[in-house]
């Protein structure tokens, strides 16, 4: 049975380790073949923008395998829009994510989506499992 | 662990693949098959390459679902399934292409 998982990522993508955890466990996950969307709130609007450089904290950038969700069949990822305004960021400032639509003869289309607080609310609403990061 | 290869020793994970990405060349990649019994073909080298392509793109070894999809979009469909690649490589695709791309083990494969 096909359950529907939202992972809500709410921290700065460096600093601690949820971020990254929060990935590697979405790319696991999508090979259980379920309904997943990701959705990214407060400072973890961060973890998606463009130009990410690590040099001098000495961590590798993982932001290029966001890039990859695509390929996994991960293409809802749902932007808290309130958080990017109160950060001076806009859906420009984000990574380009895109997938490939199996039933548009593969057309490439963008996977992100930015929302307000009240569509955030129905799409955990509707979820039957949530993973917080 | 340790993989030695002619005189020179490169640190491995217990599994075998190597600590430093930046230690591959092609000659460790050849040791590394020949210590398992395989002569990598040219059909060999097009999945390597394909695989260290993707990692310097997106920073993870792709999980075999998507190395399949993503052969078969660049290879043609004759490769993109999993039989070719499974007698390509007949440890696992993924796991044992990257091993010898100098990769991590890929993401989601336990």
Partial sequence: MIKKFLYLNRKAPYGTVYALESLE?????????????????????????????????????????????????????????????????????????????????????????????????ALIDEQDVIFSF | MALEIDGKSYET?????????????????????HADGTDLSDNHWEVINFLREYYEE??????VRVLTKAIGKKLGKDKGNSKYLYELFPYGPAKQACKYAGLPKPTGCV
């Fill in chain 2, 13 to 33: 994970d217990e599994e075998g693949y190597l600590a430093n990405l930046s230690d591959w060349t092609p000659d460790l990649c050849n040791a590394m098959a």
């Fill in chain 2, 58 to 63: 997106y920073q993870i070894a792709p999980a």
């Fill in chain 1, 25 to 121: 466990v979405v790319l696991i996950g999508a090979a259980f073949d379920q309904d997943v969307s990701l959705a990214f709130i407060d400072d973890g609007v961060y973890q998606l923008t463009k130009a990410q450089n690590t040099d001098d904290i000495g961590m590798k950038n993982f932001s290029p395998t966001y890039r990859a969700l695509g390929d996994y069949d991960v293409n809802k990822i749902f932007v808290d829009g309130g958080s990017l305004e109160e950060r001076g960021l806009t859906v420009d400032d984000l990574l380009p994510l895109t997938y490939e639509d199996e039933d548009d003869d593969w057309a490439e289309k963008p996977s992100i989506r930015v929302v307000d607080s009240g569509e955030l609310a």
